[in-house]
């Protein structure tokens, strides 16, 4: 069994058809299904089935998926641990980020690291604060920036609180209300447009309403702060969004709130962090993490 039969199998998973998987590994597609048939020969089990319309994976394929990234990875973090013993850091990093990540300009971060890091493969996602957990835990991201509700602290994973903050309300440039200031039972009526139900940004928000003894309608849910803001220019509802968030979308009006929500930004990472993340990590904690209020 060879580390590039591994890839093959992996590549063919991941786009469940032949064609596209050897072009992404940059062979021909014969090369590759040779490749794939004796690692079946080998195992004495069909990894995929295959017809003239399909490709999908077989239980021993489906069984086999897994333990085949975790020697690829494995096989990426021997190199990363040599090569870093030598003074060079390479291999893969993973970044996850909420949308609305305020504690650190990520942009900047990245730009830097690239920088002085050049062999190293940088990825990044942006996905809501349970997914990000999530895919810390399982090795999928290696360090990922959250928001949560300040009575939620992240689970299985190292953390770094990185500062707390209030939201404020996001409304149209010609709100009927005229207020620069309010409280959530003023808002009550209002119809609001927020995130979906469960999730870690809504239930800051529906935290505060219930603690303020306040029932509000949230006709409109969204999966991104930048569908939430086009919603709101259009007259639509109440948004709600971290303070130091919110000054990027000038053309809104903002109104604070005085028992406004609030939530707290970490920094997660794994328990294992690869050299690539270990330098991520070092430099954000010298250079681009405001560890103020955020």
């Known amino acids: 069994m060879e580390l590039q039969q591994l890839r093959y199998v992996i590549a063919v998973a991941e786009t469940m058809n032949f064609t596209?998987?050897?072009?992404?590994?940059?062979?021909v597609q014969s090369a590759l299904s040779h490749q794939i048939a004796g690692l079946e020969r080998?195992?004495?089990?069909?990894l995929f089935e295959r017809t003239s319309r399909r490709v999908r994976l077989t239980p021993a394929?489906?069984?086999?998926?897994?333990a085949a990234r975790q020697c690829l990875e494995a096989a990426d973090r021997a190199r990363a641990e040599v090569a870093a013993a030598g003074g060079e850091i390479r291999g893969r990093l993973?970044?996850?980020a909420i949308p609305t990540v305020a504690a650190v300009n990520l942009p900047v971060a990245l730009r830097d690291y690239r920088r002085r890091h050049p062999q190293v493969h940088i990825t990044l996602t942006s996905e809501g604060s349970e997914a990000l957990i999530e895919r810390v835990r399982q090795?999928?991201?290696d360090v990922a920036f959250l928001g949560l509700p300040p009575r939620m602290e992240p689970k299985g994973v190292q953390s770094r609180r990185l500062g707390g903050g209030d939201l404020v309300a996001v409304v149209a440039p010609d709100y009927h209300r005229t207020e620069r200031e309010v409280d959530l039972r003023s808002l009550a009526d209002e119809p609001f447009i927020d995130f979906r139900s469960g999730a870690a940004g809504r239930a800051q928000s529906d935290e505060a309403f219930a603690a303020a003894g306040v029932r509000?309608?949230?006709?409109f849910e969204v999966t991104s702060a930048d569908f939430m803001v086009d919603l709101v220019r259009q007259g639509l509802g109440v948004g709600m969004l971290p303070a130091a968030y919110v000054p990027r979308f000038s053309d809104l009006r903002i109104i604070r709130i005085r028992d406004a929500p609030t939530r707290?930004?970490?920094l997660i990472?794994?328990?294992?962090?690869?050299p690539a993340a270990t330098v991520f990590l070092e430099l954000l904690t010298t250079e681009h993490v405001n560890s103020a209020s955020v």
């Not at 080998?42 to 069909?46: F, I, N, T, V, Y």
């Not at 990472?269 to 690869?274: A, E, K, L, T, V």
């Open 139 to 141: 090795g999928g991201v």
């Open 269 to 274: 990472w794994g328990n294992r962090p690869s």
């Open 264 to 266: 707290m930004e970490y």
């Open 61 to 66: 394929g489906e069984a086999f998926l897994p």
């Open 216 to 219: 509000r309608e949230v006709p």
């Open 20 to 27: 596209r998987a050897a072009e992404s590994c940059r062979v």
């Open 94 to 96: 993973a970044v996850g």
């Open 42 to 46: 080998e195992l004495g089990a069909r």
